[in-house]
């Protein structure tokens, strides 16, 4: 389950840019959460939509989220010739490209 996804100098994005699915202080529609005991009462949402503006990094933080899974899939095979298609920030390519994803692996879930 997605926590949230950061990337920093990945084409348009040069600064860090978050995907978040952690809940704000708003109750209302508890049944779109999920509870996350562990993280001192945290909620999450059960799920999300990306929009905006033409052209604002819709697809890219998706494409982002891909690279990063391609990357695991890659160094899990530990085959290093295997090419890992990284495009950085178009002004900026001499910075390191970063990426973190904070996520459970198998979480102890509670409804709200």
Known sequence: MLINFSVTNYKVFKEKTTLSMVTNSDKRLPENTIE??????S????M???YGANASGKTTMIRAIELFLNFIKISA???D??????TPFLFDNKA???SKIKKL???I???I
């Open 96 to 98: 390191k490209t970063y």
């Open 105 to 107: 692996i198998s979480p």
């Open 36 to 41: 996350l005991k562990q993280y001192s009462r």
């Open 109 to 111: 879930l509670s409804p």
């Open 48 to 50: 999300a939509a990306i």
């Open 77 to 79: 095979s530990h085959d």
């Open 43 to 46: 909620h999450i949402l059960k």
């Open 81 to 86: 010739r295997l090419p890992l298609n990284h």
